[in-house]
């Protein structure tokens, strides 16, 4: 399953189900209607961390790793 995440994963680290515009939104950097992705990635993140914590996949935590890179350097100063 981590194999299959890291294969959908975006080069910038990006893993969600939706468009990263709807981060935007949330965040007031673009107009549209949605309700918190925040939650949602955060239950992402936190589901690949425990992954690693409790099996030691390498991959569980290249992807989080990855996907916490994306969140600092997409959302940290904006």
Same mark, same amino acid.
């Not at 399953?1 to 939706?18: D, K, R, V």
């Not at 007031?28 to 589901?47: D, E, I, Q």
């Given at each position: 399953?981590? %194999?299959?995440?890291? !294969? ?9 189900? %939706?468009p990263e515009v709807h981060f935007d939104?949330?965040?007031? =950097?673009?107009?549209?209607?949605? +309700?918190?992705? +925040? ?17 030691? !996949? ?6 989080? %790793?990855?996907?916490?890179? +994306?969140?600092?350097?997409?959302? =940290?100063?904006?």
């Open positions: 399953m981590m %194999s299959q995440l890291q !294969n959908f994963q975006g080069s910038n680290g990006y893993l969600f189900a %939706s939104v949330v965040e007031g =950097r673009a107009a549209g209607n949605v +309700w918190v992705p +925040w939650y949602t990635m955060h239950k992402v993140l936190a589901g690949v961390v425990d992954v690693y914590e409790f099996t030691r !996949n390498a991959t569980a935590l290249e992807v989080a %790793s990855s996907l916490g890179d +994306w969140v600092y350097h997409s959302h =940290r100063s904006r």
